[in-house]
């Protein structure tokens, strides 16, 4: 145990994390250079195209240091907010952290909200000076900012480059160095932390632990404390490139498990593994993951209900955040009200549909949980606006609320104020981290980020803001429900609970939005919002005024055949409602309000 180092890499999405990974492995031969894959971390196909690492994972390396041997098992953890319970969870199961700070960019929201996690962890913190092979890095002051920060000394400070390949050796150096080994008993009941579940379709759910406590053997019957669920231990292992499977495992160790799971449901990060026979108490601090953005999806064509259904179902087997229930729209027929972590999940989600399971879907609009509380009944947790009670019978509305940590240059704090404001956020707190980058921190409606928020953050601070945001409980709000009408019909997917303050506006912007994104069709269309009885604005898409295929009369008949083409395709992401057809970006008008 003397010779392990389990350590993680915490920074700010961007801050060169995954290259500086590759770059440990591949001077530590854990990796031959010819097997190198850019980011052989990230190894899912839309992580790697999105350039962000979605779900954490862990690599065992071995290092020679001073004469010894030693394992350094490195636990990889996501960087984006959505995600930020691995994060948690990663970070619990190391000693040790790198922190890496982009020196052209000096330190941002997550960086701060990572190192407290990791701080409140006691893991001791290895700063590390990314990038530095860049023409406009400034090392200086970001390691004044560093210092500032975590207190260290200037010359804990670790230059490095994971694409030029500079600071590798030292930074592992120091993880042997600096970071304390694992402690624990080897003979106490077993305890074991899981940090992360990967799918495997042929072999179950893999399962990814750290032993605190005690010692894990093949074959062994295990218990999963949170669940209750017991099973058989088939296999277990270190996690190099490949699986290497082991007879036994002891306190400090980490590596993996196979036991025939199939469901992502069964396996939960933070959970304990414990034995059947002489079972250890739970690591503390499980908490459930729980959705914070609400959508409809709908198949395009109501005939792949089913097969939407079954496809939601395999999707949920490896994405275990994912919840999801059955939903009737009258605009919409039938779907599924689906929670999501934040917006980024809900875009994977659709994208995995689209690509693995080759469905095309709708998307309605997001909405947060509202609690109404009402006369009638006890408090109805409002996930879609159709779900909204009568308002007769509503005594009061809680809306979830958000602390925001945002960081930024100084000469943009004024414009961040106003858009905060804007979205009814109120100033906590500001701080100045040097002369030139301020914290702030605010309290405002999670359902104000949800929309655009981080889009309009970065266009007023130029790309030099961050976010970082955690849920601090639902207080009181006046909120109303908005509905769309489209010649005179209401169109429930196209509801969306606002403040009351803001809904004419709302309406308004909504309404000509709409009219901008329904495609003409042969007859006039009119757009109405309503509260409750009252028309508060009105738009009309003008009839159109030909056929389409009129002007290819004549004409050649391959350009007749690609509009049509062009025609049926672009019909892919639209539903008909009533006699009018919707695409796709008019569910989601809303998000794109300026
Ligand atoms: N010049 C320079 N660019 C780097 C360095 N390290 C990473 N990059 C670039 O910075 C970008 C982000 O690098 P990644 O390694 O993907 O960053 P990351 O922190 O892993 O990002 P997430 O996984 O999304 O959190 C990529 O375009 C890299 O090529 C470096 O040391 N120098």
């Known amino acids: 145990m003397k010779n392990i180092r389990n350590f993680c890499i915490i920074a700010h999405i961007d801050h060169g994390k995954s290259t500086l990974a590759d770059r440990l492995l591949e001077y530590t031969q854990t990796v031959a250079e010819r097997e190198m894959q850019h980011q052989l971390l990230d190894n899912m196909d839309l992580e790697r195209e999105r350039g962000i690492t979605i779900k954490s994972h862990a690599i065992q390396m071995n290092f020679p240091y001073k004469g010894e041997e030693y394992v350094l098992n ?51 913190i290895i700063p590390v000076l990314n990038k530095i092979d860049l023409p406009h890095a400034m090392p200086e002051e970001v390691s004044d ?61 893999e399962v990814y632990f750290r032993i605190f406590n005690g010692t894990l ?17 088939d296999e277990i292992g270190v996690l190099k490139l490949n699986q290497e499977s082991r007879q036994v495992m002891g306190a400090g160790n ?59 179902e395999k999707l949920q087997l490896n994405d275990a ?15 599924f009200r689906c929670g999501f972590l934040g917006m980024l999940h809900m875009e994977i989600v659709q994208e995995r549909l689209e690509r693995e399971f080759d469905m095309t879907v709708i998307t309605t609009v997001p909405s947060v949980q509202f609690h109404a509380y009402t006369t009638k009944e006890a408090m109805v947790k409002v996930n879609a606006p159709s779900e909204m009670p009568e308002p007769n019978y509503i005594d009061h509305i809680e809306e979830p609320f958000i602390k925001a940590q945002i960081i930024s240059k100084s000469e943009f704090v004024g414009p961040i104020i106003t858009l905060c404001m804007d979205k009814r956020g109120i100033l906590k707190n500001q701080t100045y981290l040097t002369s030139d980058r301020v914290e702030m921190t605010f ?23 961050s976010l970082d945001y955690e ?32 809904a004419y506006d709302w309406g308004k912007r909504l309404c000509e939005k709409l009219r901008e994104l329904l495609p003409r069709q042969m007859f006039e269309i009119a757009i109405q919002a309503a509260i409750g009885q009252k028309i508060i604005s009105r738009e009309t898409v003008k009839a159109m005024r030909k056929n389409v295929l009129a002007k290819c ?34 569910f989601l008008a809303v998000l794109k309000l300026d």
């Open 74 to 124: 490195l636990i990889d953890t996501p960087g984006h907010v959505d995600f930020s319970y691995e994060v948690s969870r990663s970070i619990a199961a190391c000693e040790g952290a790198l922190l890496i700070v982009d020196s052209s960019q000096g330190i941002e929201a997550q960086t701060i909200s990572n190192l407290y996690l990791a701080i409140g962890n006691d893991l001791e």
């Open 443 to 465: 309290e405002m409606p999670l359902a104000e980020i949800v929309f655009d928020f981080f889009d309009k953050l970065k266009t007023i601070s130029r790309g030099y803001a």
């Open 254 to 312: 980490v590596g993996y498990l196979i036991s025939g799971i199939k469901n992502a449901k069964e396996v939960k990060v933070g959970d304990t593994i414990t034995h059947v026979d002489k079972p250890g108490i739970g690591i503390q601090g499980f908490e459930d993951v729980k959705p914070m953005v609400f959508a409809g999806i709908y198949p395009v064509e109501t005939s792949e209900y089913e097969e939407l259904r079954s496809s939601m």
């Open 553 to 586: 009369y004549g004409g050649d008949i391959s350009r007749k055949r690609k509009l049509l083409e062009k025609q049926k395709k672009g019909k892919k992401r639209m539903r008909q409602v009533g006699n009018v057809e919707i695409p796709q970006e008019a």
């Open 145 to 205: 900012q560093i210092i500032e920060l975590i207190g260290c000394e200037r010359e804990d400070i670790i230059h490095a480059s994971g694409k030029a390949g500079i600071g590798i050796e030292e930074i592992l150096n120091a993880i042997c160095d600096r970071i304390p080994a694992p402690k624990g008993d080897p003979e106490a009941p077993l305890q074991a932390l899981i940090f992360d579940s990967v799918f495997n379709s042929y072999r179950g759910i």
């Open 471 to 502: 849920l601090i409980g639902f207080r009181p709000s006046n909120m109303v429900k908005l509905d769309i009408m489209l010649n005179g019909e209401k169109v429930d997917a196209l509801s969306a609970i606002v403040h009351r303050d803001k």
């Open 321 to 335: 955040s994912l919840v999801w229930e059955p939903e009737t729209s009258a605009a919409l027929g039938f779907g």
């Open 217 to 233: 053997k093949k074959g062994e019957k295990v218990k999963f404390i949170n669940t209750g669920k017991t099973y058989e231990a």
